[in-house]
């Protein structure tokens, strides 16, 4: 053995070193494509070594190893924690025979192919190496049609029913409240869910159908067992070195050492349960769909900007103006400049009107707003309760350009209710600035 690739091979092993030398030296030993390393590398993996090691041993045998390689570190799968994981997907998407190893055993194990991420399966989709795109397209199209697309349809009918939002709280109370957490009732053991990018009915119901879908890795549950005799049920938020971090099912975190572990194993699936889809009857469904789309976090707050009931004048025309409208999301601002919306930035921006609508009917909409046109164009949306408009956002000669737009007509029912403006797609750059949208009803012919 050459004397650097000795000393690469020492330093790996040496247990007393930083997590990041051991990796270092692991990948310079397969840059030497030394295979006689492969069984050395292969003992590197294991809950109570530092995950960079893991990491870099498993990058290494994807550069020197065989299918069998492959195929043996997948059958570790459920002992494996997030990060490495990921790594074993990655090693696994760069090389085709370890791709198609990895498709067979996504198709065998639902836990790994639910780990698979939307890049990951475009990327194998698209693959240079016919036999493992045509192997990727069966597998991903065979998960279509499982039971759980079959409740999917089954649920549809709640989209067409009045959501009760008192009941969706009580339901959300009793089935959700133990790990989410909206308007101060529950804990947050899974995603906050007043922040969510997607808070379509269709995405909800996914989310409550098919937990194990697009499953974030920090949120798989790990059963975690220590030396101390401990059994721990929780997902993995985070881990260093030395340690992982636990989100226990209580709404607790909890630290354990590696070197206190006993043994980690996944069970493979989100924390949350499946089955909620079959527990609760469609209209249960639609009323805490509408529950959670309702409950925001606080809005936020800016000079100048005082949120109110807005009524409409006397001949009719109501004027949703942004000093009246309620603030929501990380990136938008009021100003007192022209009195507009600003800094549209995110899809998770929102403005929201408290609107007493004076009669039924057929209203015409017009938007004032600036939008310069180097930016992208843009579809927003307005959204009333039984009715939408999306249209492209105005260019206009530069942000201090306010001009009034229509962009088509929405209808309204008397009575107090809510009027929300969105982005309606990924916002490019930026949405516009916004004085106002305004109201008026047309008459009947
Ligand atoms: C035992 C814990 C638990 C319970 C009970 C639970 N959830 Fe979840 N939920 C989670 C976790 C963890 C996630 C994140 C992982 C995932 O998407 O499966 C999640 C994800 C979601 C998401 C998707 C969030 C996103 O970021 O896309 C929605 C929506 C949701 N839950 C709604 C509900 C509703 C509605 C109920 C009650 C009917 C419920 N959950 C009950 C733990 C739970």
């Given at each position: 053995m050459e004397p650097v690739i000795a000393l690469a091979a020492s330093s790996a092993r040496?247990?007393?070193?930083a997590g990041s030398v051991r990796a270092e030296a692991i990948s310079l030993l397969s840059a030497a494509g030394q295979r006689d390393q492969l069984p050395f590398l292969q003992s590197l993996?294991?809950?109570?070594?530092p995950f960079e090691v893991q990491s870099a041993a498993i990058s290494a045998m994807g550069e020197l190893g065989s299918k069998d390689d492959a195929q043996m570190l997948l059958k570790r799968w459920n002992q494996l924690g997030p990060a490495v994981r990921r790594s074993l997907v990655a090693a696994c998407i760069v090389k085709s025979d370890w791709s198609a190893a990895l498709l067979d055993a996504a198709n065998a194990d639902p836990s790994i192919l639910n780990s698979l991420t939307d890049s990951d399966r475009q990327r194998l989709l698209a693959s240079s190496v016919v036999a493992v795109r045509e192997r990727a397209a069966e597998v991903f199209a065979a998960a279509h049609t499982s039971p759980v697309a079959e409740q999917l349809e089954a649920l549809q009918v709640a989209d067409s029913l009045k959501g009760d939002t008192a009941h969706g709280r009580e339901l959300f109370t009793s089935q959700c409240s133990m790990c989410h957490k909206v308007e101060n009732v529950?804990?947050?053991?899974?995603?906050?869910?007043?922040?969510?990018t997607d808070r379509s009915f269709q995405a909800m119901l996914t989310a409550i159908v098919?937990?194990?879908?697009?499953?974030?890795?920090?949120?798989v549950s790990y059963l975690v067992t220590t030396k101390a005799g401990e059994n721990l049920l929780g997902s993995i938020a985070s881990e260093t070195g030395t340690s992982l971090t636990l989100m226990l099912t209580d709404g607790n975190e909890r630290t354990v050492l590696r070197k206190d572990l006993q043994g980690i194993l996944s069970t493979?699936?989100?924390l949350m349960p499946e089955g909620l889809g079959t527990a609760i009857e469609p209209q249960g469904i639609a009323d805490v769909i509408a529950f959670i789309q309702q409950a925001r976090p606080p809005h936020s707050k800016f000079p100048g900007n005082e949120p109110q009931l807005v009524a409409a004048d006397s001949s009719g025309r109501i004027e949703l103006l942004a000093t009246k409208a309620y603030i929501y999301g990380p990136e938008i601002r009021f100003s007192t400049r022209y009195r507009q919306l600003e800094n549209?930035?995110?899809?998770r921006d929102e403005v929201a009107w408290q609107v007493d609508v004076p009669n039924d009917g057929s209203y015409t909409v017009e938007v004032e707003a600036s939008c310069e046109s180097e930016v992208p164009d843009n579809t927003f949306q307005i959204i009333a309760a039984n009715d939408r408009i999306i249209a492209n956002t105005p260019p206009t000669?530069?942000?201090?350009?306010f001009r009034v737009r229509p962009i088509g007509t929405i209808k309204l029912s008397a009575g107090r209710q809510e009027i929300v403006m969105r982005?309606?797609?990924?916002?490019?750059?930026r949405l516009l600035d916004l004085r106002g949208v305004y109201l008026s009803s047309t008459p009947k012919q």
């Open positions: 040496d247990e007393s070193a993996l294991g809950y109570e070594i529950g804990r947050q053991v899974g995603p906050d869910l007043t922040s969510l098919d937990p194990n879908a697009a499953l974030e890795d920090k949120y493979g699936k989100s549209w930035l995110s899809e000669k530069n942000e201090n350009d982005a309606a797609a990924p916002i490019k750059r």
